[in-house]
DNA sequence: AGATATTTGTTCGTATGTATT
DNA sequence: TAATACATACGAACAAATATC
C-alpha cells in the first residue's frame, strides 16, 4: 500500500494549482504585504518537493494574476505587488471581449456613474486638479489640423473624464468610469467613429465641461450632476447618431437600433 | 561586433512575454473563436525555437488569463476558451483587495444600477423568471433556525438581485452589479454583519422585492425603478446601522463614518 | 569601473500521467 | 487490453540579469 485512502481523493488537481493556492494561502495568512519577500525558487522546490519547472509555471500563474513580481540578481525573488488598474483592465477587457458591447450598453452606465463621480470629486479637487482639467480641454478647444490630432482630441476628451474621476474618494466608482472610458477608446465601432472627419460636437461638449468646473468650485453637487448627466446624454446621442451615419441607416427605434450594433466586438 | 545596433534594442524583454504577446496576436489575427485549437507544445516549441519550459510557461499565463484552456491525451492541447464570470471577478476582486472598499462605496454604486438592470431585465424576464424569484424569497420568507440558515439567507437575498440581473439585456451592466454583489459577500465587515444573530430587516426587503416583482408583471419601468432605489437605499442603511452596531460608535456624521470604514479590507 | 556572487531565465533529456482509439 | 498522442513533471546544466564589493 504506497498512499492511505482519503476521503476526497478523486478531483486530482495538477500539482501546479496546488502549489498556486497554497502561495495564495500563506500570503494571506500571513497578511504579507506589498514589497514583501516569498521564498525564492530554491526554498520552494524545497518546501513543495517540486522542481524548478513546476515552481516556474505557479509563480507565472501569480505574477499574471497580479499578485507577485518577480526581480533577478542577489536579493532577487517574488515579491508581493499590487495590480496596477491598467493590468485589471486589460483582464477584465478578456471578459468583456466575448460579450459584444454597444455603444448604449456603456452609456447607460455612464449616464449615471459619471454625474456621481463628478460629484464625489467635487470635495477633494483642488486647484491643480482644475489646471489640469483646463490643460485637457486646451488640447481640443480648436479645430484639428490633421487626423492624428483629430484622433488625440478625442481621446482627450475621454481623459477630462478620468480626471475628474481621479479626485474620487470612491475608488470603486472611479475604477469602472475610468474603464467604461478605455472601452470607448477600444470599442471597434467607436475607432470608426473617431476615424471620421466629422465635425464631433467639439463645441457643446467643451460647453458642458466648462460648466461643470464652474459649478464643481462653486460646489454646488446638484448642479454638478445635473450638467453631467446633460453632458453624458448629449454625448450618447452624438455617438449614436455618428454610428448611423456609418452604418447607413437611421435611428427610429432606438430599441431596435441598440440590438443591431449588438454585433460589434471590443478591438484587443 | 557580435550585435547590430537596433533603434530600439535597450528593452531586453524575456522570451515567455514575446511568446505570451505572440500567441496573442496570433488568436486575434485569425479571429481564433472559442474551442478552436492551438499548435500543440511541439510544434510552438519549433515554431518559436523555445524550450518546453518556456512554452509551457507562456500557455499558463495566458491559461491564467482566461484565453484558452489545457487538455491533455490524444487530440489535447491548448483552445481558445471565453472566460468565465467567475475567474474575471476573481481577477478583478485582487486588484481592489487593496483599495480598501466600504459599504457606502458599494452601495454607491448598486442605488443607481440596481434601478436600471432591474428595468431593463423587466422585458426580457418570463414566467419561469419570476418562479426563480419566488423560490429564492421562500428561502427567507421565515425566521432562520441556526446560524447556518441565518447566513445562507443573506446569501440568498444577494442571489434574488443575481437573478434579476440575469435577465438585462446590457451584460455590462448585469456584471457589474452581480460584482457588487459578490462583493458584499466577501467583504470582511459585510461577513462580520451577517454572522450576527440580528433581525436584519428580512421582512421590508420581502416586501420591497414581492412589490418589484408585482411591477415588473405589469410592465411599470418608472415604478420598478423607483421601488428597486428606495429597496437599495433601505438596505444600505440597514447594513450601515448594523456596522455602527458592531463597531460600538453611531451614525452622527456620515461622511466621517463613510471614512471612518475605509480599513476594512475584502477578504480571500 | 570592473569583477564576482546570487538569483532568475532558459534549455535539453527523460520519465510519468492521462485520455483517446 | 494495448497502443498512441498528448500534457505534466523531474533534474541537471548553462545563460542572463543585477546587486554588491
Given at each position: ?10 478531483i486530482?488537481r495538477k500539482r501546479t494549482d496546488e502549489i498556486v493556492d497554497a502561495i495564495k494561502r500563506t500570503i494571506i495568512e ?14 520552494l522546490?524545497?518546501?513543495f518537493?517540486a522542481?524548478?519547472?513546476t515552481i516556474?509555471e505557479a509563480l507565472?500563474a501569480l505574477?499574471?494574476q497580479?499578485l ?201
Amino acid at each position: 500500500m504506497t498512499q492511505t485512502i482519503s476521503p476526497t481523493p478523486p478531483i486530482r488537481r495538477k500539482r501546479t494549482d496546488e502549489i498556486v493556492d497554497a502561495i495564495k494561502r500563506t500570503i494571506i495568512e500571513h497578511g504579507l504585504q506589498p514589497g514583501d519577500r516569498l521564498p525564492q525558487e530554491r526554498e520552494l522546490m524545497e518546501q513543495f518537493a517540486a522542481s524548478k519547472g513546476t515552481i516556474r509555471e505557479a509563480l507565472k500563474a501569480l505574477e499574471v494574476q497580479g499578485l507577485i513580481g518577480i526581480r533577478t540578481g542577489p536579493g532577487g525573488g517574488a515579491f508581493i505587488e499590487t495590480m496596477s488598474e491598467q493590468r485589471a483592465m486589460s483582464l477584465l477587457s478578456n471578459y468583456l471581449f466575448a460579450k459584444a458591447l454597444s455603444i448604449s450598453d456603456i452609456y447607460a452606465l455612464r449616464k449615471v456613474l459619471e454625474p456621481l463621480v463628478a460629484v464625489s470629486a467635487m470635495r477633494s479637487i483642488d486647484e491643480r486638479g482644475y489646471q489640469r482639467l483646463n490643460d485637457i480641454i486646451a488640447i481640443y478647444d480648436h479645430e484639428p489640423a490633421d487626423a492624428r490630432e483629430r484622433w488625440d482630441q478625442r481621446m482627450a476628451e475621454l481623459d477630462f473624464h478620468a480626471v475628474v474621476a481621479e479626485y474620487s474618494d470612491n475608488a470603486l466608482l472611479a475604477f469602472i468610469c475610468r474603464f467604461l472610458q478605455r472601452l470607448l477608446k477600444d470599442l471597434a465601432i467607436c475607432r470608426d467613429i473617431y476615424i471620421q472627419p466629422k465635425p464631433v460636437a467639439r463645441q457643446e461638449g467643451i460647453q458642458y465641461q466648462r460648466q461643470l468646473i464652474a459649478a464643481m468650485r462653486s460646489g454646488d453637487a446638484e448642479t454638478v450632476h445635473a450638467i453631467m448627466a446633460r453632458h453624458m446624454a448629449y454625448a450618447e446621442q452624438a455617438m449614436l447618431g455618428l454610428q448611423a451615419e456609418l452604418t447607413g441607416d437611421f435611428i427610429h427605434d432606438p430599441v431596435a437600433r441598440g440590438r443591431g450594433e449588438k454585433r460589434r466586438k471590443i478591438a484587443p
